[in-house]
């Protein structure tokens, strides 16, 4: 099971966090996110071991802007947490970058809608559907996956805590293209800062 540990911000608790070996750790480049990471000096990032995937969370920024922040940071993927369209998925594609594109979630949603990204990215990420572009800590009813009509792979995401290792585990089981999960707000001590001892807990709940 891949795991995405995102929202991260604090110099130090990013040097914790990378300790852990996630599989990947996520820097929100979002001014009005209060996760908001355009502040950290670049080698921040850029240091993380080589086995971390770096990745970098957008909404709605300009390709131009995304391209020279994944440069700056050595940034390895690429979600997009906003409106942008399959074609801008293939640009940065196209400089050698992965891309995630995160669908928010809830009891209505037009799966048909988002069928035009398959094939122009390399996973989603399946999160509540919320106008706070995630983060909410608000968790969808993941029964509803369990006919989702898509192709492409999923990191599951939306209000996981550390009392969800076991659902998560029995998640992936039951949904074929569900490869990992992506986790934030639930574990924080303040945000952008994430509690090493509940990181850890979980961790090992998840290799048991």
Known sequence: MILKICGLSDPENIREVSSLHPDMMGFIFYAPSPRNACALLHREVRNLPEDIDRVGVFVDAPVSHVLHLAEKYALTTIQLHGHESPAMCDEIRSNGYRVMKALGINRDTDWEEYRCYEGHTDLFILDTLTAMHGGSGRKFNWSLLQDYPLQSPFLLSGGIGPD?????????????LMTGIDINSRFETSPGHKNITLLKQFINELKR
């Open 164 to 176: 969800d290792a076991r659902a998560a585990m029995e998640a992936e089981a039951s949904m074929t």
